[in-house]
Every structure is written in C-alpha cells, then in structure tokens.
C-alpha cells in the first residue's frame, strides 16, 4: 500500500480506515455510519421502490426519487 508523507495525508490515512470499516469489513457506509445499508432487506426494498415503481414524470430526479422512496425502510434510504 502506498504511504503519503504530504500534509494531510493523516486526513486521508483517517477516511480510508474508516470506509475499509465501514464498507467493506460491515454493511455501512461513510454517509451513513452505524447503520447496515448494504443488506439483502435494504437491497430489495429500494429494488422494489425504484426500479420495479419507475416514476418517468416530468419531475426533477430528486423529487421523483423523494417520491419513490417515501416510506422505505432507513437502511433503504440510507438515512438512520
């Protein structure tokens, strides 16, 4: 593994351990620390809310994705 010595390279030495943590080694992830976002549950309920109930509205992505995502379990929209 490659070894930074340039300034803040504690910075990115400290996010790399944490996304190995977090992503890799459990189901979570940086933006959602602490909650098993990467789990068969979580995976088939936003499957079942986003690619199986298309919105093609007129509607920004966000809103429409908003809308398709309205009740979902916290894992699914990785948000605990």
């Given amino acids: 593994m490659a070894i ?3 300034e803040g390279a504690d910075k990115v030495d400290e996010v790399t351990r944490l996304f190995r943590e977090q992503a890799l080694e459990w189901d979570g992830s940086l933006l959602s620390p602490g909650c098993a976002v ?3 549950a979580a995976l088939d309920d936003l499957h079942e809310r986003f690619v199986l ?3 093609a509205g007129p509607d920004a ?5 908003e809308r398709q995502l309205a ?3 916290c894992t699914a929209r990785t948000r605990c």
């Fill in 4 to 6: 930074l010595k340039r």
């Fill in 38 to 40: 990467w789990t068969t």
């Fill in 53 to 55: 109930q298309p919105d």
């Fill in 61 to 65: 992505f966000e809103v429409k994705l």
């Fill in 71 to 73: 009740g979902a379990s």
